[in-house]
């Protein structure tokens, strides 16, 4: 699976961008994300698919120099899990 995970700093918080693509004839069944371990988003895809993406708005907070972290964990149908991140700093 390709993961890509962008994040928007908003006047309220960050935006949130997943995307999750499968490879080579996998399906994606679904997808967890967090944001500083913390459940933002569940998804459960019946029937799988082959692409998910899911925008996440006002998560969050901003602090200056303060470290974040979004984690994005991918399951296929044959229920193999694969997981990404994207770090930075306020």
Known sequence: MKFNIETKKESIGYRVDVQVNAEGGEEIASVSTTYEN???????????????????????????????????SATNNAG?????SRRWKD
């Open 80 to 84: 193999k899990q694969q997981t990404a």
């Open 38 to 72: 913390f459940e933002i988003g569940n998804d459960y895809l019946s029937p799988s698919e082959v692409q998910y993406q899911r925008i996440f708005t006002q998560v969050g907070g901003y602090t200056p120099g303060v470290e974040r972290t979004v984690v994005v």
